[in-house]
């Protein structure tokens, strides 16, 4: 009888050890990824924006200016779920002044991580992050499915953009990559840095020129390109 009690002690003890260092790993930010998707209260990031608009007749229309996003709180929003104020300004390249531009909101738990954009929740990231995983970013929402990928989970990336920023840990998130260089291309990616956020996001939907004379010369008739870069992060 004591040696089945000790055994069965020994088992429970067992099994309470790996029960707890398997919490311990689930609640550790660097284990599941959490300080990819830093929600610092008066921490902000600034992007330089590129945006261009393609029209029929090979017109183009450029704007490029500067965004600046400010992270408040904690609150506790309507669903009762802790959430953090994302305050948006724009300042154009040679402005003084910012102005608003919208407010986002931002939630993270041990599974998700949920950016609120024009009142459209949208999944980000899925924690742990894991190569080649995959999930619907419109799940909170009504949307149609939208399926996203993480890749190249903790890389160094230097230079991205060409403006010599490099990261020693980031995640690309693959929302979208078709291109198929004849008929149109829809490339939308986000990258993150480990205890920064967004460093870089693209966004980009081209319609080639499909008649005969210009099939498959990448020739643009209508279409947008949008990226922003990051420029510049702290706390205030």
Same mark, same amino acid.
């Given at each position: 009888m004591n040696k089945k009690l000790t055994y069965y002690?020994?088992?429970a003890f067992i099994l309470l050890?790996?029960?707890c260092s398997i919490g311990t790993l689930d609640n550790d930010p660097g284990y599941?990824?959490?300080?990819?998707?830093?929600?610092?209260?008066?921490?902000?990031?600034?992007?330089h924006v590129t945006d261009i608009t393609y029209t029929l007749g090979g017109v183009t229309d450029t704007s490029k200016y500067f965004l600046k996003e400010t992270i408040t709180g904690p609150y506790d929003n309507l669903e009762r779920?802790?959430?953090?104020?994302?305050?948006?300004?724009?300042?154009?390249?040679?402005?003084?002044?910012?102005?608003?531009?919208?407010?986002?909101w931002a939630k993270k738990d041990l599974k998700t991580a949920v950016v609120v954009e024009n009142n459209i929740p949208i999944i980000k990231l899925v924690f742990p992050l894991k190569e080649n995983k995959s999930w619907d970013a419109n799940?909170?929402?009504?949307?149609?499915?939208?399926?996203?990928?993480?890749?190249?989970? !903790?890389?160094?990336i230097? #230079? @991205?953009?060409?403006i010599g920023a490099s990261y020693e840990k980031t995640v690309i998130i693959e929302q979208e990559s078709i291109n198929d260089n004849i008929i149109y291309k829809d490339q939308r990616t986000e990258i993150y840095a480990e205890n920064i956020g967004m460093v870089y996001k693209e966004r980009i939907f081209l319609n080639y020129c499909d008649e005969d004379d210009c099939? !498959?010369?990448?020739?643009? #008739? @209508?279409?947008?390109?949008?990226?922003?870069?990051l420029l510049e992060n702290g706390k205030d």
């Open positions: 002690g020994f088992f050890l790996f029960g599941i990824g959490w300080n990819y998707f830093p929600l610092d209260s008066g921490s902000y990031r600034v992007y779920n802790v959430s953090f104020r994302i305050s948006r300004e724009v300042k154009a390249i040679d402005g003084e002044n910012w102005e608003q531009d919208s407010i986002w799940t909170e929402n009504v949307l149609e499915e939208d399926m996203y990928m993480l890749k190249n989970v !903790g890389m160094a230097t #230079d @991205t953009s060409g099939r !498959g010369q990448n020739i643009i #008739d @209508t279409g947008t390109d949008f990226r922003m870069v």
